[in-house]
């Protein structure tokens, strides 16, 4: 079982930053892949970013590359997620998800077996 805390949002102005960070429960944590997800208001859930268990192994969406970086620390047994030159299109609520299989980095939210309850982000123009 793994448990996982968003963390990190807020409101902040066009072009700006923010680092999301995702706590997680449970001495599995080091062996899951690691996904961030986002919902907008009337649109349906979508893939960010994810990570292998070791971190050796990343993947985008193509509406962040070269924006956002997914990382993490097991020792902490925290992921974070580093978004620069932020806009009003990610304004959406922030999902962190977890999957064992840990070197399938997966852009379905079906293939994630454990979600944190989310975190907002508003980036104002």
């Known amino acids: 079982q793994v448990q996982l805390v968003e963390s990190g949002g807020g409101l902040v102005q066009a072009g700006g930053s923010l680092r999301l960070s995702c706590a997680a429960s449970?001495?599995?944590?080091?062996?899951?892949?690691m996904g961030w997800f986002r919902q907008a208001p009337g649109k349906e859930r979508e893939f960010v970013a994810a990570i292998s268990w070791n971190g050796g192994g990343v993947y985008y969406a193509d509406s962040v590359k070269g924006r956002f970086t997914i990382s993490r620390d097991n020792a902490k047994n925290t992921v974070y997620l580093q978004m620069n030159g932020l806009k009003p299109e990610d304004t959406a609520v922030y999902y962190c998800?977890?999957?064992?299989?840990?070197?399938?980095?997966?852009?379905?939210?079906?293939?994630?077996?454990?979600w944190g309850r989310g975190t907002q982000v508003t980036v104002s123009s």
């Open positions: 998800a977890a999957q064992p299989l840990g070197s399938w980095l997966p852009r379905g939210d079906y293939a994630y077996d454990y």
């Open positions: 449970g001495r599995t944590f080091s062996s899951h892949s």
